[in-house]
């Protein structure tokens, strides 16, 4: 009981520090999306550079240029992903009745 009245001078209310917490969902759902494009847009990335490298190495093997057009295009998804990602949870929201 004693720390309910009295908090310890670490915990972040007592030290003046922001909590780092969310008073509703629709601001979890936002911070989810910000996190959510970040790893899709870096994915996309890893997957273009992966690409771009195996077209590069392939020297005129067919096999490995066809490797390589699979990591673009799985780039390229990655990529529409990470730009409609925001309009999904737009469009999610607004079918919840969500604001």
Known sequence: MRYLRHPPPWHATAAGLPVLATHTISQVITSTTVWLVGILAGLATLFLTIGGIRYVMAGGDPAEVAKAKVAF???????????????????????????
């Open 73 to 99: 295009r799985s780039a390229a998804i990655g990529y529409g992903l990470a730009v409609l990602a925001p309009v999904i949870v737009t469009i999610l929201k607004s079918l919840t009745g969500g604001p």
